[in-house]
């Protein structure tokens, strides 16, 4: 599913315009991208999941066309865990 499609869907799930979806949608995802930033990082949705940064340790790989050993920095990587609820539905 695209952006367009699920900012559709939303809108005709509430009745409102897609215009007012759209909003909807860019508020929530800037919503969680500040709240991950901040300084707990950790957004829990009741029924749906939970969002956490978790810190990734340096490491070394390999590049996969020449096989020649590279170094790869540690990182803030953002990890999803499904809620209860969510994951009965995916079922």
Known sequence: MTKA???AEMAKGAGVPKAAAAKA???FTGAV???LKGKSGKLGLVGFGTFSVVKRKAREGR???TGKKIKIAAKKVVKFKAGKALADKVK
Do not use: F, T, V
Request: proline share 8%; hydrophobic share 35%; net charge negative.
């Open 25 to 27: 949608l860019d508020a």
């Open 5 to 7: 499609e699920l900012i």
């Open 63 to 65: 590049n996969p066309q």
């Open 33 to 35: 991208g500040k709240e």
